[in-house]
């Protein structure tokens, strides 16, 4: 929605999980009335397209916002095939079940892929409090790659 001239950048979205059963169900991109309700009209009728109306409404994310987006599966404690650099990672809710020296690792590695001025973003209820780390402190969840 901000970048109404996306199409001439090289935007990309690298969507992972551990999950293939969560994967399979992100790509396939459908969603019911219930877990888009919160997205303004304006943005569902723009992005998405009802695709059945019994017994609840589905929507399905179009094809120009799917083309951006590539699902894969990730261990964040193997070795990961994605080089970077990145201009924004999202790892939200995840670090909360590692502790602190594997948590140090993973935000080391974040840095490593991120591009100069990239940020991060972790969870509500996670922060790099407390884990040794480079990255400059921007907003609760949003830190910055100096």
Request: glycine share 6%; aromatic share 10%.
């Amino acid at each position: 929605q901000h970048l109404p001239d996306l199409k001439s950048w090289d935007a990309k979205i690298l969507a992972t999980d551990l999950s293939t059963r969560v994967l399979a169900r992100a790509k396939e991109g459908t969603y019911g009335a219930r877990q888009v309700a919160t997205v303004p009209g304006l943005l569902l009728s723009k992005h998405f397209t009802c695709v059945q109306t019994k017994p609840e409404r589905q929507y399905r994310v179009n094809d120009s916002l799917r083309r951006l987006v590539r699902f894969a599966r990730l261990n964040l404690m193997e070795s990961w095939p994605m080089r970077g650099p990145f201009d924004v990672i999202f790892c939200r809710n995840v670090m909360i079940y590692f502790d602190k020296p594997t948590q140090s690792q993973l935000i080391g590695r974040f840095w490593d892929l991120l591009a100069p001025g990239g940020m991060l973003f972790v969870g509500h209820s996670e922060s790099l409090a407390g884990v040794k780390h480079q990255f400059e402190y921007v907003q609760p969840t949003v830190y910055r790659k100096g």
